[in-house]
């Protein structure tokens, strides 16, 4: 069966489907420097939103692509941290375990706590060891009523 189609109407143009995301490097290039910005912190995401920087990336960004460049600055703005200190990640020593029976360490340790008192936490930083190291460093070594280098 063959259809005809009338003088006044025109055939429907086919477009062809494509993957959601399609290529644009301008709205990349934004998004990704927005989320760079928004991780160094509320000032430096601040400082970029007044900055020319910002102004020239927006305006790379085609008409059709801005509301996914909202949405790339409402999400870079949902991952800036908030003012909570964030944990220190610990330094595990692995194979450079300090040897106390040496006494060139004991003698840092006797520094340490020379210059910082009874503290652990400064000590332990001074001797680039956990606080809990240095305290039992102390405790060990530094709390015994024997003398270095005698027998017990």
Excluded at 8 to 18: E, I, L, M
Excluded at 64 to 72: G, T
Excluded at 74 to 101: C, E, F, H, T, Y
Excluded at 108 to 123: E, F, I, P, R, T
Aim: a positive charge; proline letters at 5%; one cysteine or more.
């Amino acid at each position: 069966m063959v259809c005809s189609l009338a003088m006044d109407q025109q055939p429907q143009p086919t477009y062809r489907v494509t993957s959601m995301t399609t290529h644009c490097p301008a709205l990349q290039a934004l998004s990704r420097r927005l989320r760079k910005q928004a991780k160094a912190g509320a000032a430096e995401f601040e400082r970029f939103l007044g900055s020319s920087e910002f102004q020239k990336r927006w305006s790379e960004v085609p008409i059709h692509r801005r509301r996914r460049a909202v949405v790339a600055l409402a999400k870079a703005q949902s991952i800036i941290p908030d003012g909570l200190p964030q944990p220190v990640k610990a330094q595990r020593m692995g194979d450079r375990r300090v040897n106390w029976a040496d006494l060139a360490q004991r003698a840092k340790l006797v520094k340490a706590y020379a210059v910082c008192g009874n503290d652990h936490d400064k000590a332990g930083r001074m001797l680039r060891v956990t606080a809990d190291c240095a305290r039992l460093a102390k405790k060990r070594y530094l709390d015994v009523a024997t003398p270095i280098g005698t027998a017990a």
